[in-house]
Structure formats: structure tokens, C-alpha cells
């Protein structure tokens, strides 16, 4: 079976550790490889009442972006447009350069 969550707790007590995701702990013998907050896909067998841990991998996930970046990212995107328009206001430049030039700024500006 496999679970993917945020992990809410960790608990090394000598060569064994649990995991807590969505209230249900997953145990597995060694070190934990995750610290609390890391969102995981966990592998695990059930045995009665424990979850057992077969493997578990920390999974990179982007975090959505707060109310002040999301209007950061407005402001980018915004003035990458107006800058990426040619002189006579008819042609839009393609996607992708505005999307490139409004990185570039709010690296640039709020980083």
C-alpha cells in the first residue's frame, strides 16, 4: 500500500522511528530519513494494528505562493508584457519570454 502526505510528527526512540501522516503513524526500524513538515510517499504493509514502513521518499513539492508574492508575480508579469511589446502595441510577445522576464524580475526585485 502507499500513502503521500505532509508528515505532522516524528518520533525516533533508539533504532526505531514513526511517522505521523493524517493522524495514522507508519514505524519502520533504523533513522528517520524525513523531518516533520517534509511531504512523503510512504510504502507500507498493515499488520493488525501497525503500519509497517517498507520504504519511505521525501517528494519536492512546490509550495503555493502567498497573497504578497501572488501580487508580486502579478506586478512581473505585468511589466515583462508592457517591456516584451514591440513599439506599435500590436504584437504580443510569446508566452514563454514573458513568463522567462517576469522570473527574472521578481528574482531581481523581491528575493
Not at 60 to 70: I, T
Request: aromatic share 8%; net charge neutral; with cysteine.
Amino acid at each position: 500500500m502507499n500513502v503521500k502526505g505532509r508528515v505532522k510528527a516524528v518520533n525516533q526512540k533508539g533504532d526505531r522511528y514513526g511517522v505521523n501522516i493524517d493522524n495514522v503513524w507508519y514505524n519502520a526500524f533504523g533513522d528517520c530519513p524525513v523531518l516533520g513538515g517534509d511531504f512523503v510517499s510512504v510504502d507500507f504493509e498493515t499488520k493488525g494494528k501497525f503500519h509497517n514502513i517498507k520504504g519511505i521518499v521525501k517528494i519536492d513539492v512546490e509550495e503555493p505562493l502567498s497573497r504578497e508574492d501572488n501580487i508580486h508575480l502579478q506586478v512581473c508579469l505585468k511589466i515583462a508584457s508592457e517591456q516584451l511589446r514591440r513599439g506599435d502595441g500590436k504584437d504580443i510577445p510569446n508566452p514563454k519570454q514573458i513568463a522567462d522576464y517576469a522570473r527574472e524580475l521578481m528574482r531581481e526585485v523581491w528575493r
